[in-house]
T-cell receptor
């Protein structure tokens, strides 16, 4: 069974440019999470989806970040415009359902460098 | 708000020996879960072990076991017979109440030396 797929794996952009990350969760997983992991830190949740509904986006900086999961399967996270402080690894995770404390399965992440 | 603290930024152990990683947490929730995740250098994070707070018995998974002290809010991970492949960042994480996100500690970098 394929795991969580993310692309690209690496992205280097200049500040003020837009960038997008894509995630395809494990088949059958209704819940999808986007986390940001700064260097030397643990991941922090940006947004959680139950199917196509964003049920927790309280930590998403909405002035420049947006996310979508239109058909309740794959998801895109966008930053526009990017700032130097956005350099981090962006992790996607999925689980069977979010209304429990199930194991979350993580993708390999996208390492973003903003110059 | 929940907090998770890992006080050991780095640790090292010799192959075949035993090592214990520490984690403390703070919460007012009565129903919660604790996790240890491993993040090898390739970055894909995987679950090592999970503990449900209402279970008094400590969880074990092969060479990995936890010492869960609920009153002290402590959740340490013991790795027995350490292997080179255990070299990784280890994150302690919390999930509790109606908030199903994971709250992570800052991690402990474990190096297993030959």
């Amino acid at each position: 069974e394929a795991g969580v797929v993310q692309s690209p794996r690496y992205k280097i952009i200049e500040k003020k440019q837009p960038v997008a990350f894509w995630c395809n969760p494990i088949s059958g997983h209704n819940t999808l999470y986007w986390y940001r992991q700064n260097l030397g830190q643990g991941p922090e949740l940006l947004i959680r989806y139950e199917n196509e509904e964003a049920v927790d986006d309280s930590q998403l900086p909405k002035d420049r970040f947006s996310a979508e999961r239109l058909k309740g399967v794959d998801s895109t996270l966008k930053i526009q415009p990017a700032e130097l402080g956005d350099s981090a690894v962006y992790l996607c995770a999925s689980s069977l359902t979010g209304e429990t404390h199930n194991e979350q399965f993580f993708g390999p992440g996208t390492r973003l460098t903003v110059l | 708000a929940q907090t998770v603290t890992q006080s050991q930024p780095e640790m090292s152990v010799q192959e075949a020996e035993t090592v214990t990683l520490s984690c403390t947490y703070d919460t007012s929730e009565s129903n919660y879960y604790l996790f240890w995740y491993k993040q090898p250098p390739s970055r894909q994070m995987i679950l090592v072990i999970r503990q449900e707070a209402y279970k008094q018995q400590n969880a074990t998974e092969n060479r990995f076991s936890v010492n869960f002290q609920k009153a002290a809010k402590s959740f340490s991970l013991k790795i027995s017979d350490s292997q080179l492949g255990d070299t990784a960042m280890y994150f302690c994480a919390f999930s509790g109440g109606s908030n199903y996100k994971l709250t992570f500690g800052k991690g402990t970098l474990l190096t297993v030396n030959p």
